[in-house]
């Protein structure tokens, strides 16, 4: 399981007209799954997330969580992140999760962040999404289950 994690002033997901999920400050992923992953991998993740210490302290260092801000997480699923693009020009995504099985983890992760005390919105799994966000830093980081 792959997320991108990105540190957010604002964030918002639409399909259509529609706002879906939309949030103030906190992290915005981006949730990939591929065949292999578990239960474990998602919540290993979540626990991840939660406490990864990307907010600033009051020195300007990075030394507090998500869920010691008090900061949300607005979620989107995202299969191209299992995309391989080494042959050829249009990208393979075999990689990627049958979509049930990827629509069960990725529910499975999100359960298990608000177990862990976050709020957190979502965007709609499948569906045409469009994406907006003010990156806070900016701070993007890539989180794999598999290390």
């Known amino acids: 399981m792959k997320v991108v994690v990105q540190r957010c002033k604002e964030a918002r997901v639409t399909v259509g007209e529609e706002t879906v ?3 103030d400050e906190g992290l915005m992923l981006l949730v990939g799954v591929t065949h292999e992953d578990t239960e474990n991998d998602a919540k290993y993740l ?24 008090g900061g949300s997480i607005l979620s989107v699923s995202q299969f191209t992140l299992y995309g391989d693009c080494r042959k050829g020009r249009r990208p393979n995504f075999m990689a990627a999760a049958a979509p049930a099985e990827a629509e069960r983890l990725y529910d499975y992760f999100n359960r298990e962040l608000e177990t862990l005390g976050l709020k957190v919105e979502t965007g709609v799994f499948g569906a045409m999404m469009d994406v907006s966000l003010i990156n806070w830093g900016p701070v993007t980081l890539i989180l794999d289950s598999k290390g």
Do not use: P
Request: proline share 0%; net charge negative; hydrophobic share 35%.
């Open 21 to 23: 999920g939309e949030i």
């Open 46 to 69: 979540a626990g991840k997330i939660a406490g990864l210490r990307i907010f600033e302290d009051e020195a300007g260092k990075m030394n507090h969580s998500v869920s010691e801000t």
